[in-house]
């Protein structure tokens, strides 16, 4: 219990330069995709997902070779509403029609269901593969998504040049970032120790981007709700 509170409250001097500045692209990433009035990710969509991911600066150069193309970061909604910590997550792979203009693009997950939530939680899953996912629908509601969008398991987002548009990411592989996770916090750790069994709180360098995270969902939530109470 000594061991947890100490991580809770303490900087982790271990997390390298790259994964500091992933906690800190994630922020702008996040308040872009949330404040966009016609080409944002639906507030529904972000009230009802189970979990979100964000990837700033993914390198389309690395996703055609197959190499790691980039690093994000991960918060799920836990049983009383609120979001959890947040887990470093990669995302690569090779053929994914990754077809943006520019040499790399923000990326974005919505896990929608317990399924993707599962696939989440293991060594890792391939997009397209194991983890069904479609490209998401963009505007401020969701009314013009398809059926297929509705009951993904996973909808994605890209964004390039300031305009986010569904991404089709077949064939990308998303897995947990140990390494990272470890020197965030501390000690091994799995994505479900952190994303879903809450046995760690957020570490102060972690704090704007929970507070961006906890601030959009929970908009997203009321809004939705108020929308739900007027019907």
């Known amino acids: 219990m000594v061991l947890l ?11 390298d330069k790259k994964d500091t500045k992933t906690l800190q692209e994630a922020v702008p990433v996040l308040n872009a995709l949330a404040s966009a009035p016609d080409k944002g990710i639906p507030q529904e969509l972000l009230a009802k997902a189970n979990c979100i991911l964000i990837f700033p600066s993914v390198a389309k150069g690395a996703f055609i070779v197959g190499g790691k193309a980039g690093k994000g970061v991960a918060s799920c909604r836990m049983p009383n509403g609120t979001m959890s910590a947040p887990a470093f997550y ?11 203009g520019g040499q790399s693009a923000d990326v974005v997950l919505l896990i929608m269901n317990e399924g993707g939530v599962s696939h989440l939680l293991s060594d890792k899953f391939t997009i397209g593969g194991e983890v069904t996912a479609t490209a998401g629908p963009v505007g401020r509601t969701a009314q013009a998504a398809t059926d297929a969008q509705m009951h993904a398991q996973i909808l ?4 390039s040049r300031g305009l986010f548009v569904g991404a089709a990411l077949d064939g990308s ?7 990272a996770n470890e020197a965030l916090y501390g000690m091994p750790i799995s994505g479900r120790e952190i994303l879903i069994d809450s046995k760690v709180t957020a570490p102060a360098q972690t704090k704007p981007l929970m507070q961006s995270i906890r601030r959009h969902m929970d908009a997203a939530a009321a809004q939705d709700k108020a929308e739900k109470a007027k019907s």
């Open 5 to 15: 509170l100490t991580l809770s409250v303490g900087a982790s001097p271990a997390l």
């Open 156 to 159: 994605s987002w890209s964004r």
């Open 173 to 179: 592989v998303v897995k947990p970032d140990k390494e």
């Open 90 to 100: 990669e995302i690569g792979g090779a053929s994914i029609g990754f077809q943006i």
